[in-house]
């Protein structure tokens, strides 16, 4: 069974820095374009980063450019979004997404084959 878990959430205050991992079980990441995306109460989900399966380009919404970064460690299945700054407006349920693609844009979510169930992060003093 494919599943992705995301974990890393949590409370801080703003200035503060979160690293979130998502790690892949059922199968291999390395083939996989993976998304971060989040999702705040009452606002439409938003794509945040993206990173390529092969190469591991990464890009980034212009939004948390300079204060998030992808990446990907393939020997641990995992990929990370490490953020920094944070905001209050960072406040939102965050979703990884994995494509098996070569690279999959965060502006379309809709081509993104799987899910993981999503971690919350609360910026707030």
């Known amino acids: 069974q494919l599943q992705l878990v995301e974990s890393g959430g949590g409370l801080v205050q703003p200035g503060g820095s979160l690293r979130l991992s998502c790690a892949a079980s059922g199968f291999t990441l390395d083939y996989y374009a993976i998304g971060w995306f989040r999702q705040a109460p009452g606002k439409e989900r938003e794509g945040v980063s993206c990173i390529a399966s092969r190469d591991s380009s990464t890009k980034h919404a212009d939004s948390v450019k300079g204060r998030f970064t992808i990446s990907r460690d393939n020997a641990k299945n995992t990929v990370y979004l490490q953020m920094n700054s944070l905001k209050p407006d960072d406040t939102a349920v965050y979703y990884c997404?994995?494509?098996?693609?070569?690279?999959?844009?965060?502006?379309?979510?809709?081509?993104?084959?799987?899910w993981g169930q999503g971690t919350q992060v609360t910026v707030s003093s």
């Open positions: 997404a994995a494509d098996d693609d070569y690279y999959s844009d965060y502006r379309r979510p809709g081509g993104y084959d799987y």
